[in-house]
């Protein structure tokens, strides 16, 4: 984090600033070299290239002026042409107007075409507060060779001040990027957590290349600073499978205004305000009190009071995954708005972190030290103390003292077990509560048993070389969670058809699939167990040999990691088992000549697999399990976990092989 305390002023980067914002309303004639140009020798085969790209953000106009010069070099390239700007329609403050769209076309043997099109708005996504809005337009005569040129502002309201945030790094190659930032020198008041502060200071979080650094430079005569960025040839964000979150690995500067001096100093000062709040919702209502006192009796250790609690919270509705109540809904109800625990109580609902709140109450009321916990995202992003922002984080846990050791709870992910976190916010990081006072901490890991898939199919090879029978699936931990939360959003009849859905992509082109039962799937203590009927034809045949998969399950499986180098480490969302068990039972016209070998591979102590086959009479059974214990390996051990995955995918390829006519001696297990 980079920070600067106060601001002394100057004059002569006024003469520096005014050039950089006049560039952004010229145009910028083509080199012969752009003109011609048809490719990029850093990115083969990319369908388009940023020449250029330039953000100035000028606080005393309250406005962004955004400039793109983008090369369009294949077909592909072509839909860059097709341009959305975003915008924010919504409460005071919130409100933001795109302005002074302009652009032009220039073909590769410079001949120009200027923009003369009228933009279209259209709303992308709607919430309680906010409506996110488009202004949509097309560049006039896109063809492969075009240079596209177009520049806009992005313009709110005059008594807010929004400090920018640079990302450098896009989905195309940039050649060129620039970013200039004129803050005010004004002392600013900001309002959260219940309190109001005076900003005399920025400071910003960088994720930039190490050849890169913001240049701050201070105007004389004044209170005026600039900040600037300039960078050359900056590589496309990376694609790859499993990547960590975008927010943690790809450039970017995050700018803030503050009256704090060190990171230590924000998170202690806004954390004494934020748990100030969470004190003050959770309150010593009398509605909780009597609630736990309806819930939990004399004798009960810490662990059932606990389990009691847990469960209750579970009962209420979460809204996150249902839908939130309007104000309009809340005052026909002669509802108020949800100030306390208590209120959240009364109405049997609320949202996430609303009810993990409303347990912390339950806990304190029961006598138990209890606290509340803001955690990132791990699906978003990872928490980063740099960025001064209690912004980054998503959501609320629970965490609660017992015996004299911290138990984290997730009572605000609506079926997460007991006892567990969901894989989000295990392994996380954030702001939680201490006995007097405030502490940035991690949660716990969750072992790689919570999070499991089982899977049986137990099926019958009939004479025309049909298989029929009964699969069964279950889900434990965060599988299991995220099933529960597919049917919290819609209907049976809906869920049954993902369910469905779900089993096709895994079976063989082809096979039928119905949906017999569905078990616990509100009873999130037990695993999720779901009952399926297939029938249909499967492997390939000979004259002499039929073909079929060593495991139904993963047929239409392909290989995880194709590239022999990757940028970013391996993420998966947690560490998990997966277990497969698959018999056929095949006609007495039949003999086992093969199946898929017994082989066992590791990779360090920290992933295992293991497949075998066991043949009974006229039937053979093939186990297979893969454990991985960890949910993230660093690039330099990409090569190794690469060639682990490659033993075990091509074993999971294995067939049975079963020889029409005679009898000969069956296959021994595992062979």
Not at 345 to 355: A, H, N
Request: proline share 5%; net charge neutral; aromatic share 10%.
């Amino acid at each position: 984090m980079k920070m600067r305390a106060g601001w002394c002023a100057v004059w002569i980067a006024a003469v520096y600033f005014v050039p950089a914002v006049a560039k952004a309303d010229q145009w910028t004639a083509p080199t012969p070299d752009e003109l011609k140009m048809t490719a990029q020798p850093e990115v083969p085969g990319a369908a388009a290239v940023y020449l250029q790209r330039e953000i100035l953000t000028d606080d005393a106009l309250h406005m962004y002026s955004y400039y793109v010069r983008l090369k369009v070099l294949t077909e592909e390239g072509k839909k860059y042409g097709d341009v959305q700007l975003s915008f924010l329609k919504g409460n005071e403050g919130v409100n933001t107007t795109v302005t002074d769209i302009a652009g032009r076309t220039i073909q590769s043997d410079g001949t120009i075409v200027p923009f003369t099109g009228k933009p279209f708005e259209k709303m992308v996504e709607k919430t309680k507060d906010v409506k996110v809005m488009s202004k949509v337009f097309s560049m006039p005569a896109v063809q492969v060779g075009s240079i596209l040129e177009y520049r806009y502002k992005l313009r709110w309201d005059d008594n807010y001040y929004l400090s920018p945030d640079w990302y450098p790094q896009e989905e195309l190659f940039s050649r060129k990027a620039h970013y200039v930032w004129k803050p005010t020198d004004k002392m600013l008041t900001s309002k959260s957590n219940g309190h109001e502060s005076l900003s005399n200071s920025i400071a910003w979080s960088p994720i930039l290349p190490d050849n890169a650094k913001v240049k701050d430079t201070l105007l004389p005569g004044g209170n005026q600073h600039i900040l600037e960025l300039s960078l050359e040839n900056v590589k496309p964000m990376p694609q790859e499978p499993f990547m960590p979150p975008i927010a943690n690995t790809s450039y970017r500067v995050n700018f803030y205004y503050t009256s704090y001096r060190t990171a230590d100093e924000y998170w202690k000062g806004e954390g004494k305000y934020w748990s100030k709040e969470q004190d003050k919702f959770i309150g010593q209502g009398s509605a909780v009190s009597a609630m736990v006192h309806a819930t939990i009796v004399p004798g009960d250790t810490s662990d059932q009071k606990l389990r009691k609690l847990y469960a209750a919270v579970m009962e209420l509705e979460n809204t996150d995954y249902t839908r939130q109540h309007t104000s309009a809904e809340e005052r026909m109800a002669g509802l108020r708005e949800i100030k306390n625990a208590d209120d959240v109580l009364t109405r049997k609902r609320g949202s996430s972190d609303q009810l993990a709140e409303l347990f912390v109450a339950m806990v304190r009321s029961a006598g138990m030290k209890a606290y509340v916990m803001m955690v990132t995202n791990r699906e978003r992003r990872m928490f980063n103390p740099n960025l001064l922002s209690l912004y980054q984080l998503d959501d609320a846990i629970a965490v609660v003292n017992v015996d004299g050791k911290d138990l984290f709870l997730d009572p605000g992910t609506r079926y997460c077990p007991y006892g567990h976190l969901e894989w989000r916010h295990s392994l996380a990081a954030g702001l939680r509560q201490v006995e007097g006072g405030v502490a940035l901490a991690n949660t716990a890991a969750e072992p790689y048993t919570f999070a499991s898939t089982g899977r049986v199919a137990d099926l019958k090879l009939d004479e025309e070389r049909v298989l029929k029978g009964k699969v069964t699936e279950s889900f434990e931990g965060d599988p299991a969670i995220t099933w529960r939360h597919v049917a919290l959003r819609g209907d049976e009849a809906s869920l049954k058809d993902d369910l469905k859905k779900h089993l096709e992509e895994e079976l063989p082109a082809g096979m039928e699939v119905t949906v017999n039962t569905v078990e616990n799937l509100t009873a999130y203590e037990k695993p999720l167990k779901v009952s399926f009927t297939v029938s249909g034809r499967a492997g390939t045949a000979t004259a002499s040999r039929l073909l079929l998969p060593g495991d139904i399950f993963l047929v239409n499986n392909k290989p995880t990691f194709t590239q022999e180098k990757r940028e970013t480490g391996v993420y998966f969302q947690e560490a998990a088992m997966y277990r497969d068990a698959m018999r056929i039972i095949y006609p007495a016209t039949y003999t086992l000549e093969s199946a898929p070998a017994k082989n066992s591979w590791k990779f360090q102590q920290r992933a295992a697999y293991t497949i075998e086959n066991k043949p009974v009479a006229n039937s053979v059974t093939v186990y297979r399990n893969l454990t991985m214990g960890d949910f993230f390996f660093a690039p330099k051990d990409y090569a190794e976990l690469r060639a682990f995955y490659s033993k075990f995918e091509g074993a999971d390829q294995d067939a049975i092989v079963l020889k029409v006519g005679a009898a000969s001696a069956p296959a021994k297990a595992g062979s």
